[in-house]
């Protein structure tokens, strides 16, 4: 072990004495979490409505009134017929084309009540049902306060079945608390993978890897000295993020950091190992790049980063289940929103544990000297 | 007892696909030889190299180097040998004293033992202020004749230089050459393939490859009168003629 020593000294001379290093330790993780956690927002606030108000009854008013006061709404136009209206949708101007037609103040005085048309625009289809959640709660609203007025009641009538919500964990529903945690992940797992790829391969490219191979040092302690930095480097990196995530975003840190971190320490060899392979069978930095990324994209867009695991098709899920990156995205949510402890996350370190152990035996038996 | 030998190849074959890059060679090396290993380019020379360091696996024959067998005994052979490829192998951003202390640590030398020989090789090379220099720095002469320092750096039976001197100018490849020589006469066995063909003369014996097969075998003296011919260039270009 005497020789992973001189190995390790020079990695980590390596390492620092590479220009764009310091730049992806330090740079990389303020940026992704300013530009990202900012930008990647499942809110719905600018929802962009054309009215076409055909009663223009006090009624009508008082709707649209009430509609525009809550700030999710922003009134882009009001046609003057549907028409015209559909125009603004074809042209993608708008998300939601409400209309009130003529009588609608009438019928509700005579028939006891009127309807009106929503349009959504359903191009993205969760921001399609948000869309009519927030209208329909608002219209909900508008429907008790006008019954209360027929009856003449200083207070609104209970309806018979009334609905109280209270968000558990993230109590203020603030998508930040939920996307910064993930993309943390995200990160690790991106700096740990790529960089071991990426230094194995180019003392392919340089020609020293065969320097290394005629030497006497073995396999596991080729490999010891060039997953270990970037271990350090990935648990550092966590830390980190983490740090700047809490002064810039301020997000709860609920539960017990160490049992992160230990997740961590396990998860990291998952992705270095398979560096590791990419690295085995590629020969040039840009294949390894390529083969990455093939990993990363499928790893993102599969580990409940934006999607909800729940809400994909069966066999995407079960999918899911072979994502190193999707256990860690739920651990780190359950760990830091929830304050789960060991006993609720045992899954997850099983799994990885086994991964890990699997992707490294898998990394060492494929890692050649000898062609 | 007959004299010890440092390599014995028979029969050594490897084949990629169709192709077969070096077809049943045989030879040996004795121990504190300066054996030249000839060839063109293509002709199987880095190939052959490339079966008897073990980074790669022949297809048939057997070979011995330093006594271990080229199968089964690969990692006792590191032991032994040192390497110099043809592709500049040195770390280039480390220093001069980092890439001695990486090579050292790595064949088992104790700090001290590394510092010592380090203080050697620097005062040999007369590159004291290059030290703490990252080796990109230097000039092709100095990289070349520290790579070979570093390739014996820790005092194996057999150095292997696989065209050692290419790019560099006649002054720096006579240097080079010097240095092999006093190695040898240390009890360093040397096995150097080269394209240059005045390089030959400087060997103790030699072989020349023509597609894969040894075509001749023995010193500089034998071949020449052999192939009566004046130099090498005429040995190696009768050697080749004949095959076409």
């Given amino acids: ?371 | 007892m007959p004299e010890p030998l440092a390599i014995e190849a028979q029969e050594l074959t490897k084949k990629f696909g169709d192709f077969t890059a070096v077809d049943r060679i045989t030879f040996t090396v004795k121990k504190g030889e300066i054996f030249g290993f000839l060839g063109a380019n293509g002709a199987g020379k880095t190939t052959a190299m490339r079966m008897l360091i073990g980074l790669l696996h022949p297809t048939s024959g057997q070979a011995r180097v330093a006594g271990y067998d080229i199968y089964h005994d690969t990692e006792k052979i590191k032991h032994n040998i040192g390497y110099m490829s043809q592709r500049f192998s040195l770390y280039n951003d480390l220093t001069v004293w980092e890439n001695m202390e990486l090579f050292g640590g790595i064949y088992g030398m104790r700090d001290s033992e590394i510092k010592q020989k380090a203080d050697e090789v620097i005062e040999k090379l007369g590159i004291g202020r290059l030290k703490n220099r990252q080796v990109k720095h230097l000039p092709l002469g100095f990289k070349q004749k520290l790579a070979f320092s570093v390739a014996i750096f820790h005092e194996p039976q057999i150095v292997f230089l696989d065209e050692p001197t290419g790019g560099v100018d006649p002054i720096v490849r006579r240097q080079f050459w010097e240095m092999i020589y006093e190695e040898a006469e240390r009890g360093i066995t040397a096995f150097v393939t080269t394209h240059y063909m005045d390089e030959a003369e400087y060997c103790n014996r030699l072989s020349i490859m023509v597609d894969g097969q040894i075509k001749a075998l023995g010193t500089p003296g034998e071949l020449k009168q052999e192939l009566n011919s004046k130099n090498m260039d005429e040995v190696f270009l009768k050697l080749a003629r004949q095959q076409s």
């Avoid at chain 1, 968000?167 to 992940?185: A, C, H, Q, R, S």
């Avoid at chain 1, 010891?224 to 983490?242: D, H, N, Q, T």
């Fill in chain 1, 1 to 371: 072990m005497r020789k992973v020593k001189y190995l390790l000294k020079k990695e980590f001379r390596q390492i620092f004495r590479n220009q764009a290093m310091l730049p992806i330790i330090f740079v990389m993780p303020v940026v992704q979490l300013l530009i990202l956690v900012n930008a990647a927002t499942f809110e719905i606030k600018n929802i962009q409505v054309a009215i076409l108000d055909e009663d223009m009854s006090q009624e009508s008013r008082e709707l649209v009134n009430k509609l525009l006061s809550t700030g999710y709404y922003k009134a882009v136009d009001f046609p003057t017929s549907i028409h015209q209206g559909q125009r603004l949708m074809d042209h993608n101007k708008i998300d939601l084309f409400i209309q009130i037609p003529a009588g609608f103040a009438a019928d509700l005085q005579h028939e006891g009540h009127a309807t009106i048309g929503l349009d959504i625009s359903a191009i993205d289809g969760s921001a399609a049902s948000i869309i009519y959640f927030y209208t329909n709660t608002i219209l909900a609203d508008y429907n008790s306060a006008i019954v209360a007025r027929w009856l003449h009641l200083a207070k609104r009538p209970a309806l018979p079945v009334e609905l109280r919500t209270r968000y558990l964990f993230n109590e203020e529903l603030e998508y930040k608390n939920y996307i910064t945690p993930g993309l943390m992940v995200i990160l690790v797992t991106m700096v740990t993978m790529f960089l071991a790829a990426m230094n194995i391969v180019r003392e392919k490219e340089l020609g020293t890897i065969e320097q290394l191979n005629v030497t006497p040092i073995t396999k596991v302690q080729f490999i010891i000295s060039k997953l270990l930095p970037f271990w350090l480097i990935g648990m550092f990196e966590l830390a980190f993020g983490l740090a700047v995530g809490k002064l810039i975003f301020d997000f709860p840190v609920v539960g017990s950091l160490p049992l992160l971190f230990a997740f961590a320490a396990i998860y990291m060899p998952v992705g270095l190992a398979l560096g590791l392979l990419i690295s085995t069978v590629t020969h040039t930095q840009q294949q390894a790049m390529l083969i990455s990324w093939f990993f990363v994209v499928i790893f993102i867009l599969m580990s409940g980063l934006f999607t909800a695991i729940e809400n994909m098709p069966d066999w995407a899920q079960t999918i899911t289940l072979f994502n190193p990156v999707a256990y860690f995205m739920q651990l780190i949510r359950m760990v830091l929103l929830k304050g789960s402890e060991f006993h609720n996350v045992v899954r997850h370190f099983v799994v990885i544990g086994l991964m890990a152990v699997a992707m490294l035996t898998l990394a060492i038996v494929t890692y050649r000297k000898q062609q």
